[in-house]
């Protein structure tokens, strides 16, 4: 009986101190993942899911308008490209993603090739898009994908800015437009130098981020989580109790 006791005594010390899956919560992310300064995976569920990506899309579109090196100043239907990167990136605005496409040299047709031969380049092999906004459920990627997103957008000073940012001001006319960061902890806590935030009905909430850290970047993935009020408890969580 002391020798079953004991042995009962032991099991349950090996599973507490190896347990992963049982120290997690009920998370709603149906895929997330956490990676290190070279964009290897530290941790992760289910990261080969090919998912919908919501608002995520927008890093891309930003991406490729900047590429073409237009200028930041030119109107564009009575905002300056620069307005809407930040509205965009900030705000999440969908008419300012659009825009951004349809002013693109080539028009929207030509940005939307232009994203998905980006994608190819950074070797996001299971990622597509078919509009610049997100809210098509076709545009689909994966968190190992979107790893290689939030790398390449962390090398733009206008999407790292963004991503510092918790609030842009725009003065139209002799008015001002107060757009708040639809990640709202910006500001309060972490380093963050790439966030994007997203959501439509088959996404579930999303967010990509990269953190500045004491042992180097950190980049989080989290996708389908339950809501718009999940997706960053989550994603703090994971990044918080993450294994090294």
């Known amino acids: 009986m002391v020798y ?32 290190d300064d070279s964009g290897k995976i530290i941790q992760s569920s289910n990261p080969d899911q090919v998912r919908s990506i919501a608002s995520i899309s927008k890093l891309m579109t930003v991406m490729v308008v900047l590429d073409q090196q237009t200028s930041p100043t030119e109107s564009i239907k009575g905002f300056t490209r620069q307005q809407l990167i930040d509205m965009a990136l900030i705000r999440s605005d969908n008419h300012a993603a659009e825009m951004l496409c349809e002013s693109y040299v080539g028009g929207k047709v030509e940005c939307i090739r232009a994203m998905n031969l980006k994608a190819r380049l ?4 299971d990622t597509s898009f078919v509009e610049p906004t997100g809210l098509s459920v076709m545009n689909v990627s994966t968190a190992r994908d979107l790893i290689k997103l939030v790398r390449a957008a962390s090398t733009y000073p206008e999407i790292t800015h963004a991503a510092e940012t918790s609030e842009v001001k725009i003065k139209i006319r002799n008015k001002w437009l107060v757009f708040h960061n639809t990640n709202p902890i910006i500001g309060k806590r972490h380093k963050f130098i790439v966030s994007k935030t997203g959501y439509i009905n088959a996404s579930g909430g999303c967010i990509v981020m990269m953190l500045e850290t004491d042992i180097g970047n950190r980049t989080v993935v989290v996708l389908g989580s339950k809501n718009t009020q999940t997706r960053i408890p989550e994603a703090e969580f994971i990044f918080k109790n993450v294994k090294e």
């Open 4 to 35: 079953y006791r004991k042995l009962i005594i032991l099991i349950g010390l090996f599973v507490s101190s190896h347990s992963y899956a049982f120290d997690w919560p009920n998370l709603t992310a149906k895929s997330w993942l956490v990676a």
């Open 122 to 125: 950074l070797g996001m092999s």
